[in-house]
């Protein structure tokens, strides 16, 4: 945001003065509403804006009431997530991920990166909650709340699953047990906490590709198709960029991603009861990570993946389900608190 409230657009205008227009190429991206009515708006002024004094009108704006909450809040995302130097940087999903003991990232370009302090996110996001009953008549407010949480427990599941490596690399089956129960609850909770919206919904994304077909057939290959975009990006045959398109989405989450953990994590506490060795060093490696079918787990892994590509149906019913205020609010208060014992743990060690 500091970037796009210099004024970008005026300074190439000062250079070149036939320059008549800005845009923004977001790659069917729809996540970042802030950034976008900040860039769209930035032609209309002469000079930088000031940018925290922007975002109290936006929040104003957006919600539809003043609140010095929600105020609080924006200041606290501006110095974390939308801080100077976040500007074309893609982070990793833990949750997208594909597993691994060591993951490297949750598709073929960047890895993992929290340019920020992930505990002031929890922070913003209970400052956005103080003042719910005022404005969650708002949907931009709920849509916001949403996504906020969303990125805290993202961002939480790194810690947890470092425990869950740590632990079996260690083969300390009571602590692995604990880790791994964890970071799969909280994909679940995750999903929960997206079914309430239609803007991060596999089901919804499934539901509108089948409403283009006119036969059962097209309708199944257009899901097919829907599908494949967002999980092995393409056709089925030499998968190489598998998770290029990753999302967080419920119905995703738990249909694709929580499976794919859940069958890493039990292929793994198998290893720990039988006392045998899992290497993931002696796997095969493409773009920097494991490869699609880079072991034998993996390669289980990868048919798993392509059946469900190619299963009609999948979209569940009801597409959205639960109040957005009442559901991040719970899980605020349950990941605020695990938050505490696993950011504490990592920064002594």
Known sequence: LPLVSSNQFMKAKQETPNVVGSGLFMESIGQNPVFYELAFEMPVHQDSVKLKEWLGKYAERRYGAFSDAAC???????????????NGVESSSIICARPAVDVKKSGPNAGFNIPYDPQSLIEAEACLLQDAEQLKGSKPYRFDIVDVQRQVMSNLGQEIHKKAAEAFRKKDKEAFALHSRRFLELLKDVDILLRTRTEFNFDQWLTDARAWGTTDEEQNLF?????????????QVDVRQFDYSWREWTGLIEGYYLQRWKQFYDMLQGHLDNGTTYREEDAKMDLGRQAFRANEFYDSLADWELAFV??????????TEGDEVVIAR????????????????????
């Open 72 to 86: 609080k809040a924006w200041e606290l995302l501006l110095a974390g997530p939308y801080c100077a130097g976040t």
């Open 223 to 235: 899901e097919k198709n829907a599908s494949s975009l967002v999980t092995i990006w393409g056709g």
């Open 310 to 319: 190619n299963r009609s149906g999948k979209a569940r019913t009801p597409i």
């Open 330 to 349: 719970q899980m605020l208060d349950k990941y605020k608190q695990l938050a505490k014992e696993y950011y504490n743990v990592e920064k002594t060690n």
